[in-house]
């Protein structure tokens, strides 16, 4: 008999996952996200706003070595909210995956364009998050990125 609970055990844990999978896949994200963590000590400085280009430095700690699949952001001014890409400072190109090693340190200097409808005086906040394959690409785990706050000219 006990022989059997070595088989029955994991026949178990297979068919809850397949018969309840959204379940599994938000405590498989839970656990990733709260255990196991992709970054940490993300910081935002060097806050710079031109009349088109609202640009930062993103200084953080990769904790794993996993490579973000996608970027979002939106930028609002509380009222107004509007999607936005981010892309590299330097080069003027979207962010592309980069690798880095856990335990590296990274700096990235990365900007947005100022939307249309923001004046000189409009406070402005981006939100951002980067979205990494989970375990064996089972489910994606969301990181979000400090908000960058760029309080306008008075």
């Avoid at 008999?1 to 839970?30: H, I, K």
């Avoid at 700690?61 to 996993?66: A, D, E, F, P, T």
């Avoid at 979207?94 to 900007?111: D, E, I, K």
Wanted: with cysteine.
């Amino acid at each position: 008999m006990r022989r059997d609970v070595r088989y029955v055990l994991p026949a178990l844990a297979v068919a809850l996952v397949f018969m309840f999978p959204p379940a599994c896949r938000e405590m498989g994200v839970f656990i990733e996200s709260r255990y196991f963590p992709i970054l940490a000590r993300q910081v935002v400085g060097d806050i710079e706003r031109t009349a088109d280009k609202l640009c930062w430095r993103r200084d953080g700690l990769k904790l794993r070595s996993k490579i973000a699949a996608e970027w979002h952001g939106v930028v609002t001014d509380g009222v107004t909210s509007n999607p936005t890409s981010i892309f590299d400072a330097v080069s003027g190109q979207p962010l592309a995956p980069v690798y880095n090693t856990a335990g590296q340190s990274f700096t990235r200097h990365v900007c947005i364009e100022v939307p249309p409808w923001a004046t000189p005086s409009t406070r402005l906040v981006v939100r951002s998050w980067a979205v990494y394959p989970g375990w064996y690409d089972l489910w994606t785990v969301t990181v979000p990125n400090p908000d960058v706050v760029s309080e306008g000219a008075p």
